[in-house]
């Protein structure tokens, strides 16, 4: 099992070692190939991140943060999942690391996405997890916490957020909302879409429970309790922060990020933002049935938001196109009276 996990190949590592993107893309990332290293008996490894390192946050009686690769006389490779996702696919998928990579014992991987239902496609890959009795809805939720075990100090503040959250109710309903309003990046949502996620609370908070709503914009809280006063409206304190987009953050804010993804996935009932790893996170460490919201996007979006949307929104099967093992509860993409039909 992953908590004995001992390679064979002493003298051969995956290193994770991207410093781009948010908490959910890191996690992602790092959590994907630390489960490539496992099925090939690598060494895995985090080039841990700046300003604040991982191994500040999480412990784990495997020695992740280790340097004994670094300055070693290793023969290099390197796996970029990050702009080549597609491309570079079929490595996932098909043989193994060393096949692909015969003559280099440290690989260097770059990648911000979940890739483990890749894995699973590869059959040597498949077949090693499952004899483990390893399936792939439960394989997210094994290594996450094998690797990233939270520190004793963080572990008593978010027990007694837990506590203070489930305090006196039956149910807690968990919301993420991510608007992209504060980092100036694409793609931005509608206004139109806090209306979804209003009615979709709404929709699926029953009697006795608690809503925890996350956000980069902390004012659409007020708006929504304003607009739902008749629900117990709860957010954890702090300013919100992005870890590639916001200078000189510090460890508050950092434990605040993490500790709105471990809370969010102690729900019930989850309601997400179908564009964010930071919702797809919470998803696979939830694993339930999730509901999300999809993207409603301005006529006058830049031309890389509306390919970005319609490649999310024209993929295969849902679940596919989010990489989640579990099926979808139900998306809007639609005006709000829609939402009426999901629970």
Known sequence: MVQNYTPKNSNKFLVYRSNKGGMGDRLLG???????????DYEFRIEDFKPISFVEVFTSPYHW??????NSPYKRGRLNLESSYNEYSNIITGGTISDHYPNSDVISVYGNQNFISQIYKNPIYK????KEGIPENEAFIYALNFIFDLEDEYKKNYIYLKSKLTLGVEN????HLRTNWNWGDVPEI???????FVEAIKNNTPPNSRVLICTDHPPLVDIIKERLPMLDIKTVKGDPVHLEKTLNYEMKDMLKIIYEIWLLAECKVFIGSYWSNFSRLVVLKNNKSPILIEMMVNETASDRTKYWWKQRVENITIEESYRIPMKIRGINKYPPSVLQGLK
């Open 190 to 196: 509608k206004n139109e879409n806090v209306d979804l």
């Open 65 to 70: 943060w280790q340097k004994d690769w670094y």
């Open 30 to 40: 790092a959590i994907s190939t630390f489960i490539l290293a496992y099925v090939n």
């Open 127 to 130: 077949s090693k997890l499952e």
């Open 172 to 175: 807690l309903i968990g919301v």
